[in-house]
């Protein structure tokens, strides 16, 4: 079947609104794609805010992505952005967390929050870093609950290490500790790719549906999920590293549409327009191995502004 | 009874080398204590290795420590270690690690390694320090078992981080993680209290009755052994910290025997030297509030050496 | 002389209001030292203040600091602080300074920064790290003033490293980058030694004679002042660091005082009070190889919290 | 006139090799470019050492570089390397440096070593990290000759920081440390920029030409050459970014000879290829917001790895 053959292969993105947007382009779709429900909203100057929703299997099919939602919230300038502008994008977090959190369990329900990824690699850093920012008042609701509030959530955290550094796959690692301390809900966080520099930790993803570590650059692991885990997972992704060869391809439709405004289109253009360019990029790209995935140069200081906006959105969501 | 009294007040280490020292000068025993057997050695001119067995409960009372063994490797100078010393330091971790997990399991039993600690706080980083420079080979034996030596021992590795940051006790986490993945042994990393700060990060105690996280420094956690995990419990401990007022104390000491000596000696300072200095110490010093614990400045360098040494000595001895 | 040489030998700490109280009680002075003139003020609960001013040559024999003012600004509990304390120990540092800073030179001459320390041994580190920072304007006047308010006052900032990982001192760089850049003023940190473990980095000297690097640890170097450098040096100093022998030394004391309280009294107690007991601990302590500069456990996040007091102190203080 | 625009505009690399490559291909230029001269040597199976030679104006004017040697050391696969590769490339770049120091000073010569760059920015911190494995040599031949063998060259160190946050250009900083210390050379460590993600962490360009800080991104600052600072200055620089337009403009250029190559070669295409690329890559990309620089996703690797190649190959390059 078409498409999914062209999901398997093409989106290059773990962000569910850039493949959404792939997949209307790629289909000429003027309107919502079936399965799909969309809303958007903007908050001041800086921020915007869409919720896709997947609905049923069509729309699993069409963008890949599992039936709940997604809500991808985009923060202008967040580069270089001040204490005002974190404080406002961790407010959108903190609105869309606190919505789906409420959704999922109740109000004092124990919440385990876990930061994916590797402290050493800075594009890989996001995870760990939210989990040093994260108020945990599980241990003090045991040992010394007199200096909490009335009703305090018990909140607790780890950052479990990826793969490559532990030998544990991490949902062998998750699995045992939910077994063993009983949370209601778990919020992941994880750095994504995307299809965009620009979205680079500007954009924060929100889904109910839990995340596979490492699906968008090609290295799948087991999924955490309420499948694997018993709980339900709520998944927090920023975008830190771009395909090279998706800055490639997406350069080259740029080009070629700028080629064609400009009146040199011909059949041979219109008929590339059609092909998958990403796949003969990748493909023209091979010999040369440069089939790398980067980031941009600024990376340790976003990801620091990131795990700022994430880390104050959890803890103003957890607790009332 | 006297002497449980004074086990519980007095020893204000983790080694089992000191609290034995301790003992035998409180009470005056010239040779062995009874329940103890200890054997000594040296290797070359800057490493000295200590065995101390506790063999039963009599052992047990004297020195406040689980029956089993407690090597203690001091190394001189390791401060201003170049390359060679760290070298041979670990090759003496390497050698009585071995020999300890041999009588445990089998050569080629999976083997978790875990490093207590907080990696953001310096005299309490060696454990996280240690876990990245171990050479993991679980997954590979999963997923490219190709790329290995016949024979490779399955060996993984976390760092659950501590109470305060997580708000999990650390029995939870690795409970969890051996209850999935089902490892046979488990080396723990982590740092010590010590009496002396030239011990600090000079020395390095491996014992094979597992260990009780903080027990040195008064903040007491679950223990972490056989009886908890179900599975054999070797650790390996390195003095990082020493309390001030244990520094203020055995000075004191130093001070009296001095005085004494120059033949200042009277009945006041023979009773002096009966009390309880340490109590004494403590209860002077508490309403000036300096009851802190401490480490050298030097700390930063110090954990960097004894990282190599102790990731090189378990490095060597869990692979042939 | 007596005294010219106890200075030599005993304050052990880089505080002149430690120094003035160390001499006043060592030679039972009940009012003011002769050439001194100090003033207390205290701000809130939490914060005093306490400015020492040497007036001749007179006050500097006796505390053994140069002619000038050296405020002390003591900060209750910073070492648990949240954001309103660190922000209102920084406002103490900002009146301070901004009224040293008038007095030396006019509202927009060029300042310079100066972090001293090595940013890798963590109670070395705050320099380094204050001068992160600081908000530098010197290029912005040059490159795009359009961007800055009028009458912004150029500052720059360095951190020149320390001997032993550079070779060169401090001044020599100093001094050249001054004849390159011409400012009007150099503002220095500098991590000082201190008597007390409750002062380690819970207080701020103010002085405006410049330093001496290493001063308070033995490691003299060539001083950082409007005799070296040809233009005026404020030095800002916080402790981070205490000698084991001080620890001792000051515990003897209270234990002596405690000993003779209750009555034990006797003549040979009473000598011992006049002697100098740093350096009978000093001498006990040689053979014990135990003279360590010590830091508390702490550390790491006393610096941070730090070294944001005293960036925000200079930048508040340098621009209107 | 034709070139000095192209060079103004094109190159997009600091490495003198890719230059040269890059005006060949422009000028279908077959055998070598007039006022060039180059020599290429393989060493092992991993290492590619080419010496270009800029002999004369005719030469500066064609690749925009100096007259004076450059010196290109490839790795292969530095990325993935163990002791033994990093040991071998280290050796490489103490040859290389040995001979271009012999032809500038004599073997005593007192020698300052420069780290440029960023410690907070991974892809820019390579010099900061490559100075703290320095062997510095100045200050113990003052205070401690002792320690050090006969004929020991004074070698000294700084990392001067980056404008951005001195506030001070670094001209200015260098130039106050030689009229203070009066080194006879100075050995600069600076990160560049490539044509190539393959080429990132992979090279090392040796130049006895100085360097100007930044050329390769567009920020161009003041030089740091024998005409700027008075002594000769041996420049290092290692590839650590490249930017997005070029990678597109890089794979739009793969892509049109491709398609060329198939046979759909048509005069539009043809044309295409005579126009600058990159400079309409910029144009399309610039209303996207996408000129980003950017790094490989393993740069933190890829540095730690390369400052122990470069310090190394100093360390044996400037002692005997």
Redesign the interface.
Known sequence: MKWSVKFMMNFRTDLALERRDLYRKANNIANEINGLETQEETIGENVKVTRVKVLNEEGEQAIGKKKGSYITIDIKDLKIAGEDEIQKASEAVTKELKALIGNLVADQDDILVVGLGN??????ALGPKV??DID?????LTYMPEVLEQGTR????????V???????TV??L???????HPKLIIVIDALASR???RISSTVQIADTGIVPGAGVGNTRKELTIDTLGIPVIAIGVPT??E??T???D??E??IN??QEEG?S?E?LNQ?KEEDKYQ??KE??AP???N??????????LIENMSSVVARGINFATQK
Chains 1, 2, 3, 4 share one sequence.
């Open positions: 402290l050493y690699v800075t594009p890989d989990i040093q945990i008042t599980r241990h003090l018990p909140v607790s955290a780890v950052s479990p290490g793969l490559g550094t532990t030998g544990i796959e062998e690692i699995k045992g500790i939910v077994d063993n301390i965009s520099i620009e590293v771009v090279a060869a800055i490639a391809a350069s080259l740029l080009f700028k080629v040199h011909n041979f590339l003969m990029i023209i790209l040369e191995d440069y790398f995935i980067v980031t941009p140069k600024e990376i340790d200081e």
